[in-house]
């Protein structure tokens, strides 16, 4: 990985420079539904400084808009544009997480509980969607590891499960059969407390729009995108490996794992090469590296699997 990371590497030095320069007039450009729930947690984050951190991508992020508008968040929509166009109407203020299961200290936490002493980086990271798409996103948020170290994991726990908010007066996609609602997701203990593992709170230096998951959202770089679950509102530690949405609704093309694997194509489509959002309807498709490019970092968590019975 040499020449990868950049230890002092924030978003503003990846971006063109009129563009961090002028982020307000950026933000009040997309439009207001884009950001509505812009709020979020109750401090801004301009009040909880991020540092830089080594595990950034040098790559170039992509546009604020292309990141706000181009979304997969099925509880609003199935359409790439639906989750901006509907997301607006939840109300993240006063939102808690539940967590539960086999923990020291169980129990319901505010998003400033949440925030309380905990170290805020700039994770510029690349996203890899199982639909052969990609991004760089520039996230704000914090190891995972940090949040269940204030809960105490119990010596029993072997797994992470995740479950998303459900608002059917505000989410008009989950009255449609897609998946079984709400939307769950689990990772096993180790990719949980591996240090790219993160819960996201900004996005370009301001709170988390509602269509990418607003207030706190998982983000897990090395894996397909539908493994980093939005609008966390429980986190249960458990010994057994916890149910996922994709992986119920069709076992046989959506793994547990969901490791990005140019290896290992889709039934339906090779994942050997993918999309990068922005590039041009005509652009030549790049090619898709193990791991999404992390595989330094967490090859090791699977060692001795066999990584295509195990997807």
């Given at each position: 990985m040499a020449g990868r990371w950049?230890?002092?590497?924030?978003w503003s030095d990846v971006t063109p420079k009129p563009l961090w320069q002028?982020?307000?007039?950026?933000?009040?450009?997309?439009?207001?539904?884009?950001?509505?729930g812009l709020a979020?947690?109750?401090?801004?984050?301009?009040?909880?400084?991020?540092?830089p951190s080594a595990f950034?991508?040098?790559a170039a992020p992509n546009t604020l808009e292309e990141i706000t508008t181009y979304n997969n968040y099925y509880?609003?929509?199935?359409?790439?544009?639906?989750?901006?166009?509907?997301?607006?109407?939840?109300?993240?203020?006063?939102w808690e997480v539940r967590i539960d299961g086999l923990v020291d200290r169980p129990g319901t936490w505010t998003m400033d509980d949440i925030l309380k002493d905990t170290a805020l980086e700039?994770?510029?990271?690349?996203?890899?969607?199982?639909?052969?798409?990609?991004?760089?996103?520039?996230?704000?948020?914090?190891?995972?590891?940090?949040?269940?170290?204030?809960?105490?994991?119990?010596?029993?726990?072997?797994?992470?499960?995740?479950?998303?908010?459900?608002?059917?007066?505000?989410?008009?996609?989950?009255?449609?059969?897609?998946?079984?609602?709400?939307?769950?997701?689990?990772?096993?203990?180790?990719?949980?407390?591996?240090p790219l593992t993160i819960l996201a709170v900004g996005l370009y230096d301001q709170p988390i729009p509602n269509q990418n998951g607003a207030p706190i959202r998982l983000v897990v770089p090395w894996k397909y995108g539908f493994k980093s679950i939005k609008s966390i509102v429980r986190i249960t530690l458990t010994a057994d490996q916890p149910p996922t949405s994709w992986n119920q609704a069709a076992a046989n093309e959506y793994g547990f794992y969901a490791n990005v694997n140019p290896e290992v194509s889709h039934p339906r489509w090779s994942q050997a090469t993918e999309r990068r959002i922005g590039s041009?309807?005509?652009?030549?498709?790049?090619?898709?590296?193990m791991f999404n490019g992390y595989g330094a970092e967490v090859a090791g968590l699977y060692s001795g699997m066999d990584l295509a019975r195990n997807f």
């Open positions: 950049k230890n002092d590497l924030k002028n982020r307000r007039q950026i933000l009040t450009g997309v439009g207001a539904a884009a950001f509505a979020g947690p109750g401090r801004a984050l301009a009040e909880l400084a991020a540092s950034s991508t040098d509880e609003f929509g199935t359409g790439k544009d639906d989750p901006s166009r509907n997301a607006g109407k939840m109300d993240t203020d006063g700039d994770r510029i990271y690349r996203l890899r969607c199982v639909e052969a798409w990609s991004m760089i996103v520039p996230w704000v948020g914090f190891e995972l590891s940090d949040l269940l170290a204030k809960v105490g994991v119990q010596s029993g726990a072997k797994y992470v499960a995740f479950e998303t908010a459900l608002l059917p007066d505000v989410m008009p996609g989950v009255h449609a059969r897609v998946l079984d609602w709400p939307y769950v997701e689990g990772l096993r203990l180790d990719e949980a407390m591996n041009g309807l005509f652009a030549k498709r790049q090619p898709t590296e």
